[in-house]
């Protein structure tokens, strides 16, 4: 392998949430692997590199999701084994909140309300601040912390939100994660 593939992770992948992962990857001219959607996650990680590695663009975006599963399910032994892969270069991860009675939880550099706003809270999957600082509650980002990941983006549930981030009105809470994460990695520069 000549030139690692610039990936940015999604920890959800609900319909909803191809969706705009989809939209948002063509907008910013990247590539969505839609077939890593699902809930839970299907795809073994072995299967989704292999599928990044064929993608014509970058950044490639990949969903992966445990639908509510406590501890290591499916959607983050693929997570882990795509993030650890030698051909892979994550710019960061989009951590998606989701309740879990704080079973699961992740450190986040930011996250983004559902009003479009920098916060070092936490937000709920309504995107709702809470009251701690600098993690959120999810069911696929158990594992995030024992990986060397850049930057990790806290947003609620994607195309969710009380609607304000549907994919009709673009997702804009869930494009601002991401140019977040293009912007801090210096994947634009």
């Not at 060397?148 to 673009?170: L, S």
Request: hydrophobic share 40%; net charge neutral; with cysteine.
């Amino acid at each position: 392998m000549n030139q690692k593939r610039n990936v940015i992770i999604i920890t959800d992948g609900d319909d909803y949430a191809r969706k705009v992962v989809e939209l948002i990857a063509k907008e910013m001219g990247g590539r969505c692997i839609s077939e890593s959607h699902g809930n839970p996650s299907v795809l073994s990680g072995e299967r989704i590199v292999s599928l990044i590695m064929k993608a014509p663009n970058d950044p490639v975006f990949v969903m992966f999701d445990d639908s509510g599963y406590l501890g290591e399910g499916s959607g983050e032994r693929a997570l882990k084994y795509v993030a650890k892969h030698e051909g892979v270069n994550v710019l960061g991860v989009i951590a998606v909140a989701s309740k879990t009675r704080q079973a699961e939880w992740t450190r986040v550099s930011v996250c983004v309300d559902r009003d479009g706003q920098l916060t070092p809270f936490g937000v709920d999957k309504f995107g709702i601040p809470e009251m701690e600082m600098g993690r959120i509650n999810g069911d696929t980002v158990y594992s995030i912390d024992e990986l060397n990941i850049p930057i990790v983006v806290g947003i609620g549930d994607i195309g969710k939100m009380a609607r304000k981030d549907h994919v009709k009105i673009g997702a804009p809470i869930t494009k601002k994660a991401v140019q977040i994460i293009l912007e801090r990695s210096g994947f634009n520069a």
